[in-house]
């Protein structure tokens, strides 16, 4: 069964940084381009960050470069988001997500919450 599954959602203050894993399962994880795309309430889906097949490339969404790292361990089919110095525009819901040509696989998502 194809699956993306994400944890480490959860409370966090503001200022404070926050993890997420994405495990995946059931596809050639090594093989896809990953992605962490949030959407937060009332607002569009947007693109966090994303990570080629190999890690060797990556690109991040406006609203966060220069505080996110994403990194992935083909290894162990895992795929990391590190978000630094939060805020509470953070706040929403975090979904993981692999690409390979028309593939498109996405998880559930991963509640995230901002305290200021």
């Known amino acids: 069964q194809v699956k993306l599954v994400e944890s480490g959602g959860g409370l966090v203050q503001s200022g404070g940084s926050l993890r997420l894993s994405c495990a995946a399962s059931?596809?050639?994880?090594?093989?896809?381009?990953m992605y962490w795309f949030r959407q937060a309430p009332g607002k569009q889906r947007e693109l966090v960050a994303g990570i080629t097949s190999t890690g060797g490339g990556t690109n991040f969404g406006d609203s966060v470069e220069g505080r996110v790292t994403i990194s992935r361990d083909n290894a162990k089919n895992l795929v990391f988001l590190q978000m630094d110095n939060v805020n509470v525009e953070d706040t929403g819901v975090y979904y993981c997500?692999?690409?390979?040509?028309?593939?498109?696989?996405w998880g559930q998502g991963t509640q995230v919450t901002v305290a200021s």
């Open positions: 997500r692999g690409r390979r040509f028309e593939e498109d696989i």
């Open positions: 059931g596809f050639e994880f090594s093989r896809y381009a």
